[in-house]
């Protein structure tokens, strides 16, 4: 499997040098199918199998959509009976317990994606049962909270002690600033208090090499969470043993700090931390994982007051982007300048 998201044709003119049109199935995963960068790609996939089965009367059972707008879809030459529709409650980054969820399964095989789901279930369940002392996402709901509201955090970094958790923080950078990052309260009123931190991180231990420098020595509070596994069966036991020790370190360094008679190696320590410990990565607890940081989100929102399933402030950019193209609309002379040296590059390029 392959997945492009970015409108930077590279990307998808990469990957389909590597696919056979004859075996290969695109799916078109969007709930308007109005998105401009996933329309673009699609378009550019769909080009490409007409060029390469011009005659096939099965070029159609190539695309499948993943929509809550069947109509678009059909519009586009997707076939009724392979669009997979889902809710139109459901906001995107919340989406893949959905039909969204197919690229998953694909990827990884459906006992996998039902897996994933029943760990998504067992921690809705918690969040929904359990009680708040005890209650994981309100728990770290509170703590981000106390970091960002009384102590003054602007940002927080997720670390997984997990080569295969690579994306996990970028996945969360989605879903936390893309819920929490709003200055409107539910009632249409200005928030006088802070909200959604900057969220952050890299796989450690690979992170301590990059930023932690900053963390143990800096000038800026940035609480942590860490999350380990106390086995992987892909890595040998030395090697798994060397993370968990990393990580057990990183967290005494920060708590405890250090000090001596050379202050450059002085540690400040009290720096915050959180642990997430799971047995193993397995697609259950990895479901679990995610619905945690989700139920997370959604109780800092009601904190906070906001709205954490919509995304306005995606709108404008898209919108002008927009209006220049279709040259309605004038730029400022910063943003002209670029657009006429944008233009000139092309110029130069075309014969």
């Not at 409650?89 to 959905?98: A, F, M």
Request: aromatic residues 8%; contains cysteine.
């Amino acid at each position: 499997c392959h997945f492009v998201a970015n409108v930077d044709g590279a990307e998808i003119n990469t990957v389909l040098r590597r696919c056979d049109p004859e075996t290969t199935l695109i799916v078109i995963a969007s709930k308007t199918f109005t998105t401009q960068e996933t329309l673009m790609n699609a378009r550019t996939a769909r080009a490409w199998l007409q060029a390469s089965l011009p005659d096939s009367p099965e070029r159609a059972q190539h695309l499948v959509a993943l929509t809550t707008a069947a109509t678009k879809a059909v519009d586009f030459g997707v076939a009724p009976n392979q669009i997979f529709a889902f809710d139109e409650d459901i906001g995107g980054r919340y989406s893949l317990w959905s039909s969204i969820g197919l690229t998953i399964a694909l990827q990884s095989g459906f006992e996998t994606f039902e897996a994933l789901l029943l760990g998504g279930h067992a921690m809705d369940q918690h969040f929904s049962e359990a009680p708040l002392p005890q209650n994981l996402p309100v728990i770290l709901a509170l703590m981000s909270v106390w970091y960002g509201n009384f102590l003054g955090a602007q940002s927080q970094a997720v670390i997984p002690y997990c080569e295969r958790l690579s994306l996990f923080p970028a996945f969360l950078q989605q879903l936390d600033m893309e819920s929490l990052g709003k200055s409107t309260t539910r009632e249409g009123r200005s928030t006088d208090y802070q909200t959604g931190l900057i969220t952050w991180g890299q796989t450690g231990t690979n992170g301590q090499h990059a930023f932690f420098q900053l963390l143990h020595q800096g000038t800026h509070l940035v609480p942590l969470d860490f999350i380990g596994f106390g086995e992987d069966s892909l890595s040998s036991e030395p090697a798994h043993r060397a993370l968990r020790l990393n990580l057990a370190a990183q967290v005494t360094a920060l708590a405890q700090g250090q000090s001596g008679a050379n202050p450059h190696r002085d540690y400040a320590g009290n720096k915050p931390s959180s642990v997430i410990m799971l047995d193993a990565l397995t697609p259950f607890n990895l479901g679990m994982l995610i619905a945690l940081y989700e139920h997370k989100v959604f109780t800092c929102s009601a904190i906070w007051n906001i709205n954490a399933f919509d995304q306005w402030g995606v709108e404008l950019g898209k919108a002008l982007a927009n209006a220049f193209d279709r040259g309605d609309l004038d730029p400022p002379p910063a943003t002209q300048a670029l657009l006429d040296q944008v233009q000139l590059n092309q110029t130069k390029r075309d014969p």
